[in-house]
């Protein structure tokens, strides 16, 4: 069993900042990577950031400057600080656990996902 647990949604200022936790427990034998999607409302979901096994990171065009990510291997934690917020960051934030495959595809386990709202 595996399980993804999400934290720190909430509602925002546009310009204000939040912080994303994602801690995975359970059973894996190997890490590829772990990565936020966000899927903004009537959008499909997208690739936010990535963080691969090895430590090196990727980020959407649409968030590179503002948004970081960094991960715990010790607790099996994965943060996103996001920073300068815009209403079109708006949207459910869904941690991914890839445990194979590609670092950019979508395998393995999902969170349940966290709701962020940007007002204007």
């Known amino acids: 069993q595996v399980q993804l647990v999400e934290s720190g949604g909430g509602l925002v200022q546009a310009g204000g900042s939040l912080r994303l936790s994602c801690a995975a427990s359970?059973?894996?034998?190997?890490?590829?990577?772990m990565a936020w999607y966000r899927q903004a409302p009537g959008k499909q979901r997208d690739l936010v950031a990535v963080?691969?096994?090895?430590?090196?990171?990727d980020y959407a065009d649409s968030v590179k400057g503002r948004f970081t990510i960094s991960r715990d291997n010790a607790k099996n934690t994965v943060y996103l600080q996001m920073n300068s917020l815009k209403p079109e960051d708006t949207g459910v934030y869904y941690c991914?656990?890839?445990?194979?495959?590609?670092?950019?595809?979508?395998?393995?386990?999902w969170g349940q996902g966290t709701q962020v709202t940007v007002s204007s």
């Open positions: 991914n656990l890839k445990t194979y495959g590609s670092i950019y595809g979508d395998g393995g386990y």
């Open positions: 359970g059973t894996f034998f190997r890490i590829n990577a």
């Open positions: 963080v691969t096994s090895g430590g090196s990171t």
